[in-house]
């Protein structure tokens, strides 16, 4: 079991599984109601998909926690981190310090020695930070703040924060760009596999980082997919 990156999860349920279908229909109409209750437009997901729906494997549920502390070390080090196992990347320090950076922008508070990406809008990679890692949607528009689901119990299947795929395709290739990964390599390409199966110890930060690229390189497939169809992207 793992994370699954889908877009066009409605259509490839209505293809093969009848029940599920019906629960994501309920869990899309919940959706609706927190974007309505957001001010935003509600989200049309479509029934069909040119050229079929589309998934991809994460590096289980740990490749997007590498993912974040890669990004919380390039907002707050200004520099990437070295590989480190699953264990590492979610005990780390410094991402551990951005998510609290995250919590004080959005409380309107700041902390001690706070840096200064605060003083932005939002701060840094705020689609890749503020989303449940097991489920939830990223919507095929601009949204530039992270929508949260606001109902007291959260609903079901929302994962309480709604991102852009558009917002996260800006923040991974941002990512993909500090790690050198070659413009449009295939995210199911051979070497891709191989570096995470036996990360070589030199070359390219992206061969060397190979779970960050193993993962940035799917969701920004995702992204493109998801902006290209109007299909959500769904962590399920």
Not at 115 to 136: C, M, T, V
Not at 150 to 161: A, K, N, T
Request: contains cysteine.
């Amino acid at each position: 079991m793992g994370l699954n990156i889908v877009v066009g999860y409605l259509a490839e349920q209505l293809e093969y599984d009848e029940e599920g279908a019906s629960w994501h229909r309920e869990v899309l109409g919940d959706l609706n109601l927190v974007l309505t209750e957001a001010g935003e437009p509600p989200h049309h997901e479509p029934e069909e998909i040119p050229g079929g729906s589309q998934s991809w494997e994460s590096y289980g549920y740990s490749g997007l926690h590498h993912v974040r502390r890669l990004a919380a070390w390039l907002a707050i080090n200004r520099r990437l981190p070295h590989p480190c196992s699953y264990e590492k990347a979610t005990d780390d320090a410094v991402l551990a310090r951005f998510y609290r950076l995250h919590d004080a922008h959005l409380r309107g508070g700041r902390e001690n020695g706070v840096l200064n990406f605060l003083k932005r809008r939002n701060p840094p990679f705020s689609h890749l930070i503020l989303h449940s890692d097991a489920e939830g949607f990223y919507l095929p528009r601009a949204v530039p703040d992270v929508i949260f689901d606001r109902h007291s119990p959260q609903r079901d299947g929302i994962g309480g924060m709604v991102g852009s795929a558009k917002e996260l395709l800006t923040e991974c290739r941002e990512l993909a760009h500090a790690l050198s990964i070659p413009s449009g390599i295939d995210p199911e390409g051979e070497e891709i596999y191989k570096n995470v199966e036996a990360p070589p110890t030199d070359g390219e930060p992206w061969q060397r980082l190979s779970i960050e690229t193993f993962v940035i390189t799917r969701l920004i497939a995702a992204c493109e997919k998801s902006l290209e169809t109007g299909a959500a992207i769904v962590f399920s």
